[in-house]
């Protein structure tokens, strides 16, 4: 069972100020992702990491930022949200194969 | 472009009623297709990997097919908890890890 969690599950905060998601993985994967999905959309990929110190952006341009200083952590930042920011983050990770194991995401709501 | 069509993009079903789910995909070599379940709210829940044309995987009351153009989810005496979204994702040679997922399928089963 993977063992994937993100915090907080909902987030309602008011345009301009800075959010931080969290993501924490246990299952030691070096591979994490942050998709963002729209009702009754694909899954985007907006940043990814391969390991430690190493971060790229994905397919949908974001104004986000992530880190990985530990394999486990992959938080994504906010520095000034808007309303356009509004949307459900899924956090993924995978090991050398091609399947991830998502969080259960976090709903942002920017008003 | 790599790119992954599903259809139908609703169904509904009764409880015991048979059918399939439809993932075609174009892709410039094909390293894996991934078929996950989500649920309202949550985050996709990984279901099966296809990595070669005429391979099958079953779990419970699912089984999933491939073929060199799509795969196929089908689905045999469905139950009402088997009502979610249905995503099909493909991951391209050279693609290091990157999915690109389909719209999905949003099945009902009603009792």
């Known amino acids: 069972e993977a063992d994937i969690y993100q915090t907080p599950r909902y987030l309602v905060i008011g345009t301009g100020k800075k959010i931080t998601l969290e993501c924490s993985q246990t299952?030691?994967?070096?591979?994490m992702y942050w998709y963002q999905q729209d009702p009754g959309m694909e899954l985007h990929l907006i940043h990814y990491?391969?390991?430690?110190?190493?971060?790229e952006k994905g397919d949908l341009s974001s104004e986000s930022t992530v880190s990985r200083i530990r394999t486990e952590h992959f938080p994504l930042t906010l520095e000034s949200a808007r309303p356009s920011h509004t949307s459900q983050y899924l956090c993924?990770?995978?090991?050398?194969?091609?399947?991830?194991?998502f969080g259960p995401g976090t709903r942002l709501t920017v008003l | 472009e790599d790119q992954v069509t599903q259809s139908p993009e609703a169904l509904r079903l009764q409880e015991g009623e048979s059918s399939s789910l439809n993932c075609s995909y174009t892709v410039s070599g094909l390293r894996g297709l991934f078929w996950y379940r989500q649920d309202p709210g949550k985050g996709p829940e990984f279901l099966f990997t296809l990595y070669s044309a005429g391979e099958e995987k079953e779990k419970e009351r699912l089984k999933a097919t491939l073929t060199k153009k799509e795969s196929f989810l089908h689905i045999t005496a469905p139950k009402p908890e088997d009502s979610a979204t249905y995503l099909c994702?493909?991951?391209?040679?050279?693609?290091?890890?990157?999915?690109?997922f389909g719209t999905g399928t949003l099945l009902a089963v009603q009792p």
């Open positions: 299952m030691g994967h070096d591979k």
């Open positions: 990491s391969y390991g430690v110190n190493s971060t």
């Open positions: 993924a990770s995978s090991l050398a194969g091609g399947e991830q194991f």
């Open positions: 994702a493909v991951q391209a040679d050279g693609a290091t890890n990157k999915l690109i």
